[in-house]
Structure formats: C-alpha cells, structure tokens
C-alpha cells in the first residue's frame, strides 16, 4: 500500500480526543481568540476535559444530545468539543431564533439539556419549560449583584458557574475585602473567592496565568467568613458589570 493513502479511522474515534492529541505539541499556541480572550491548544484541552467532566456529573449519558445555544465565544469550541468528547452530541443551533423555533429543536433533537451562553441569559427561562438547564455561566462577582438569575437558578435548581470571579483582578484593590481577608491571612482575592463559594449552587470560575495565584485561589477551603463579613461584602456597591455587550438582553428582566 502506499504511504500517500491515509489510513481508516480506527473503530472507535473520538474526534475532540483526536484534535486534543494532535495539537499536544503546540500547547502554548493560540487556538481561540475572541473579543476579551484568549484559548491556547493546552486551555482548550484542558477545558474540554473538564467540561467533559461536569457533562457526566450532571447525569447526561453518552449518545445523548444536548441544546447548545451560545454566542460565538472561546466557550463554544469548548461547550462543543466536550461535548463530543463526553461521547454526548451537541446541538448547535442559531443564537439569533425565536423561543418558538428553540422549543421546536429542543422537541425535534429531544435534547436532554441546553447548554446556554450567560448573554443568552434571559431565554433561560423559556428554555426551562423544555429540557433541564443544569448550569449557567454569567459574570458574578463582589462588585455585581445577580439577584434575579440567582433566584431563578435555585429555584430551578440550575447551578451558576461565576465567571470574572476576581472583577478582571479588581478585587486586589478593594478595601473592604483586603481588610477582610487580612483578619484571616488571606487576600482580597481570595475572601471574593469564599464569598462566591458559600452561596448555594455558586461555583466560581477564576483566571490566574501564574502558578502561585492558581495555588493562592485553591487556598480557600480552610476559612470562613462571618455573617458580619459577609454583610460587608454584600454592602458594596454591585453595579460593575464588565461583560456587556451591545447585543446583550436587559440583564436584570
Ligand atoms: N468556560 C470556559 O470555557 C472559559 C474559557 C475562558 C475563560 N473563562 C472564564 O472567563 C473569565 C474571564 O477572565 P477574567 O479576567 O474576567 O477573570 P477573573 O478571574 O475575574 O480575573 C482574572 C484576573 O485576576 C488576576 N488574579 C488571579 N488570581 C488573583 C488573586 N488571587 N488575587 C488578585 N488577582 C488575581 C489575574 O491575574 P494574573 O493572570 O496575572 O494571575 C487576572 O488578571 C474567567 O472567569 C475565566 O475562567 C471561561
């Protein structure tokens, strides 16, 4: 046989396992960029793995299907990627459809969950009365109440994933939490962290490109705050929101 023949896939085939092992050596290197972030092959990796993860925990079993309705972000090779690695198939639908059409697809694919981008947010709602939601990822932080989707997500029972945890790092210098934190022995970093971790259903997600802040955001299981602690940092002011897009739905309706 010739070598210029491509050989058979072999009988079993993951596709997001097979583009994570080719792209091994190049881990370093861009593969996504969106507006505010970059993926490099080795985050991508890494992430489809875990979202693989949390695909499985969620109860999803292989060969079913899931809704993904999300904006054109680095989270959507991600959504869909480990969705092919968990052995789960992605729908991957227009983010621009009615509800009407989304309840269509999510009958017609018999989804068993949806996948949502935070900026879709507001079709939760809708997308509840058709298939199970397990998680939502939204901008949450000390500086930014999510009241509303808070309650809508527990009383659905929906997890909320908080990303930009840290403010893009603003918390460092936030007065308040670096006097909380040093009552402690921690930072301000990491008393947002604990005050995200001990709400019910609220998994922060932060970014650290430095080994010893990713340790330091680990550090967060061997304290807890006060409820007078916590009143403090639920007076501060909770407007700043980061993550705003013009295309984005009035958050808070
Ligand atoms: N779901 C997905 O697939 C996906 C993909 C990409 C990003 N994301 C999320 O999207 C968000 C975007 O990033 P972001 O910048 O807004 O996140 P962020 O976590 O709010 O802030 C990250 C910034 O905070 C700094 N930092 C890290 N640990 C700190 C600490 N203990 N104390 C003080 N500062 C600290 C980092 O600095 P250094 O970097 O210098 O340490 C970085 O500048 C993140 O939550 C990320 O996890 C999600």
Redesign the pocket.
């Known amino acids: 046989m010739s070598d210029s023949i491509a050989s058979a896939p072999p009988q079993h085939f993951n596709l997001a396992a097979h583009l994570c092992a080719q792209n091994a050596p190049r881990a370093a290197k861009a593969a996504y960029i969106d507006d ?2 970059t ?1 490099t092959y080795g985050d991508l990796a890494t ?1 489809i793995r875990q ?1 693989a993860t949390v695909l499985h925990e969620s109860g999803l079993r292989r060969e079913e299907r899931v809704l993904l309705l999300a904006h054109d972000t ?2 959507w090779p ?1 959504a869909f990627l480990g969705a092919i690695y968990a052995g789960i198939v992605p729908v991957a639908v227009n983010t621009l459809l009615t509800t009407a059409d989304y309840a269509y697809m999510l009958s017609h694919s018999r989804a068993r969950a949806a996948i949502v981008s935070a900026a879709l947010s507001p079709v939760l709602e809708e997308a509840l009365q058709h298939a199970p939601v397990f998680c939502d ?1 939204v901008e949450y ?1 000390p500086f930014l109440a999510q009241d509303p989707l808070l309650e809508l997500a527990r009383a659905n029972d929906v997890l909320v994933t908080a ?7 603003r ?2 210098d936030d007065a308040t939490l670096a006097e909380i934190g040093e009552a402690h022995g921690k ?4 008393v947002a962290l604990r005050w995200l971790l001990e709400q019910p259903g609220v998994s922060p ?6 080994h010893e ?1 990713r340790v ?2 680990f550090e967060v299981f061997d304290f807890e705050l006060s409820d007078e602690e916590r009143s403090r940092i639920a007076g501060l002011p909770k407007d700043d929101r ?1 993550i705003d897009p013009d295309d984005g739905p009035d958050w808070d309706e």
Not at 163 to 169: D, E, K, N, T, V
Not at 187 to 190: D, P, V
């Open positions: 505010c972030r993926l992430r979202f680095v989270d991600v990822q932080h990303y930009s945890p840290l403010a893009h790092g918390v460092a930072s301000a970093g990491q997600i932060p970014k650290a490109s430095s802040r330091e955001n980061q």
